[in-house]
C-alpha cells in the first residue's frame, strides 16, 4: 500500500521557470513532511520540510505549500536554475515512530537552459 | 566529520553468496535505518535500529538481516542473495530525538548486483 503518492514522475523545465512536484498521503497521523533532494550517485540530503501546523514554508526559491484538509503537499521551486536538476523524494512520518519515513516514488526534474 | 560512510560502493554477487554491508556514522547519532531504492519506487525502509543493540523490522525486511553492535555502526546481511536483491542501498542515520521526528542523514549508496 503506497501512503504517499507523487507526481509527476519526471519533469522538464526551462532555466528561469517554476516547478512544482505534488505529493499526496493517506495516513492522517502523518505529521513530518519532508523533501529529499538527491543528485546522480549520492544519497538523498533533506531540502526542506513541513509540519502541519502552517500552510506554507519557503527557504530561498523553495516553497512547500500544505493543504492539510486534501492531504496534499508540493514543492515549488522558483527561478529554476540548471544546477536544481535531480530527483526529488516527498516523504512523511509521525512522532512516536523513531523517525522512520515513507518516502513518494521520486520526481526527475531535469531543468534546460 | 566523515557523516554517514557506506562500504563497499559497489558489489557483484552470484545468486545465493552471502554479504555483508557495513554502515558507519560519526556524528553520535541514535537511530540507524536501511533503505533499498529501486526505479519507481522511491526508498523503501528494510530495517532500522533505535539504538545499540536494537533492531526492527521496517516495510521490506524478508532475505535481510541486520546488526548494531556498535553505535555508531549498522550491518545489513544477505544470507542467500536473489536476483530481486539487486538494488542501491542506502543507510541513514538520525539523532533520535524522543517524541520528535528529525532528520535523517544518507550515505553515499551501495550499489549491488545480483547475477
Known amino acids: 500500500q503506497q501512503q504517499v503518492k507523487q507526481s509527476p514522475q519526471s519533469l522538464i523545465v526551462q532555466k528561469g521557470g517554476i516547478s512544482i512536484i505534488n505529493c499526496a498521503y493517506e495516513?492522517?497521523?502523518?505529521?513530518?513532511f519532508p523533501w529529499y533532494q538527491q543528485f546522480p550517485g549520492k544519497g538523498p540530503a533533506l531540502l526542506i520540510a513541513i509540519r502541519p501546523d502552517v500552510s506554507e514554508k519557503k527557504e530561498g526559491r523553495f516553497t512547500i505549500s500544505f493543504n492539510k484538509s486534501a492531504k496534499q503537499f508540493s514543492l515549488h521551486i522558483m527561478d529554476s536554475q540548471p544546477g536544481d536538476s535531480a530527483t526529488y523524494f516527498c516523504?512523511?512520518?509521525?512522532?512516536?515512530?523513531?523517525?522512520?519515513?515513507?518516502f513518494g516514488t521520486g520526481t526527475r526534474l531535469q531543468v534546460t537552459l | 566529520n566523515a557523516g554517514v560512510t557506506q562500504t563497499p560502493k559497489f558489489r557483484v554477487l552470484k545468486t545465493g553468496q552471502s554479504m555483508t554491508l557495513l554502515c558507519a556514522q560519526d556524528m553520535n547519532h541514535e537511530y540507524m535505518y536501511w533503505y533499498r531504492q529501486d526505479p519507481g519506487m522511491g526508498l523503501r525502509l528494510i530495517h532500522y535500529s533505535v539504538g545499540e543493540g536494537t533492531t526492527a523490522k521496517g516495510e521490506v525486511p524478508d532475505g535481510y538481516n541486520v546488526s548494531r553492535l556498535k553505535k555508531q555502526n549498522f550491518l545489513l546481511g544477505l544470507e542467500s542473495a536473489a536476483p530481486s536483491q539487486t538494488s542501491v542501498y542506502f543507510c541513514?542515520?538520525?539523532?533520535?530525538?524522543?517524541?520528535?521526528?528529525?532528520?535523517?542523514?544518507f550515505g553515499p549508496g551501495t550499489r549491488l548486483t545480483v547475477l
Open positions: 516523504a512523511a512520518s509521525f512522532t512516536g515512530t523513531a523517525s522512520k519515513l515513507t
Open positions: 495516513n492522517t497521523a502523518f505529521d513530518y
Open positions: 541513514a542515520s538520525s539523532l533520535g530525538l524522543a517524541g520528535f521526528t528529525d532528520t535523517q542523514y
